[in-house]
């Protein structure tokens, strides 16, 4: 890895925001999906949710590849599931959904903890989601059209959220935000990803990173590597 894509991979880690999510419920469109975890890595998303009934594990492997590198998906066999895990980390659960208690997105203060839930293409959003949620949301529209494409309302919504989250500062950190074991985790993986589907495979962990982003490792591990 040279240090220039070392240091670039740095600066993206510190600008991630791990508690701002979307969450894909049944959204089953290759395209969509990966419309949407693009949107999500420009936006500084460490990782997006997907309610995936019946292992439509499927859907992840037609989605960009180079995006689906930098967002991690958690995926979850029921909305409650995701829900439940989205409120265990004191996230405001949001839903687009056009009913009488729906508010306009622009008027939601996204510097809190922030779950966005947007349904499948058939369905839109379950009953149970609805349910569970926080707070409805709506995208003012004037024509005769009253719903957006999955993706695009994801952008929407996402990109409100990150002026909102620029102005205040989030992404202006020194530090990433995340775990240490995280960083180093995908800086290897991005920086080293032969070696570190080599080490994964043979079940060896991780040895550090120089400052330019160098494997420093001694020669056990080396021997450990190269072996059948």
């Given at each position: 890895?040279?240090?220039?894509?070392?240091?670039?991979?740095?600066?993206?880690?510190?600008?991630?925001?791990?508690?701002?999510?979307?969450?894909?419920?049944?959204?089953?469109k290759p395209?969509?999906?990966?419309?949407?975890?693009?949107?999500?890595?420009?936006?500084?998303?460490?990782?997006?949710?997907?309610?995936?009934?019946?292992k439509q594990?499927?859907?992840?492997?037609?989605?960009?590849?180079?995006?689906?590198?930098?967002v991690e998906?958690?995926?979850?066999?029921?909305?409650?599931?995701?829900?439940?895990?989205?409120?265990?980390?004191?996230?405001?659960?949001?839903?687009?959904?056009?009913?009488?208690?729906?508010?306009?997105?622009?008027?939601?203060?996204?510097?809190?903890?922030?779950?966005?839930?947007?349904?499948?293409?058939?369905?839109?959003?379950?009953?149970?989601?609805?349910?569970?949620?926080?707070?409805?949301?709506?995208?003012?529209?004037?024509?005769?059209?009253?719903?957006?494409?999955?993706?695009?309302?994801?952008?929407?919504?996402?990109?409100?959220?990150?002026?909102?989250?620029?102005?205040?500062?989030?992404?202006?950190?020194?530090?990433?935000?995340?775990?240490?074991?995280?960083?180093?985790?995908?800086?290897?993986?991005?920086?080293?990803?032969?070696?570190?589907?080599?080490?994964?495979?043979?079940?060896?962990?991780?040895?550090?990173?120089?400052?330019?982003?160098?494997?420093?490792?001694?020669?056990?591990?080396?021997?450990?590597?190269?072996?059948?």
């Amino acid at each position: 890895m040279n240090l220039e894509r070392y240091t670039r991979i740095q600066e993206v880690l510190k600008a991630r925001q791990p508690d701002l999510t979307v969450c894909l419920e049944e959204v089953h469109k290759p395209n969509n999906v990966s419309a949407v975890i693009r949107t999500a890595d420009a936006i500084g998303l460490h990782k997006i949710h997907a309610v995936w009934p019946n292992k439509q594990m499927r859907t992840l492997a037609h989605t960009s590849a180079g995006a689906r590198n930098w967002v991690e998906v958690d995926t979850h066999d029921s909305i409650q599931d995701a829900i439940k895990a989205l409120k265990a980390q004191n996230m405001q659960v949001l839903v687009t959904n056009l009913s009488e208690k729906a508010i306009d997105f622009r008027e939601i203060d996204y510097t809190k903890p922030t779950a966005i839930i947007v349904g499948s293409e058939k369905v839109g959003i379950s009953k149970q989601a609805l349910e569970l949620a926080d707070q409805d949301i709506v995208i003012p529209m004037v024509g005769m059209v009253q719903s957006l494409n999955v993706s695009v309302a994801s952008a929407l919504i996402l990109y409100e959220a990150q002026r909102q989250r620029q102005a205040a500062g989030m992404y202006q950190q020194e530090k990433s935000p995340l775990p240490e074991e995280t960083i180093h985790r995908i800086l290897f993986e991005r920086g080293h990803p032969v070696l570190a589907k080599v080490a994964k495979r043979k079940k060896l962990p991780y040895p550090p990173l120089d400052d330019e982003g160098q494997i420093v490792a001694d020669e056990s591990w080396w021997k450990a590597m190269q072996s059948k």
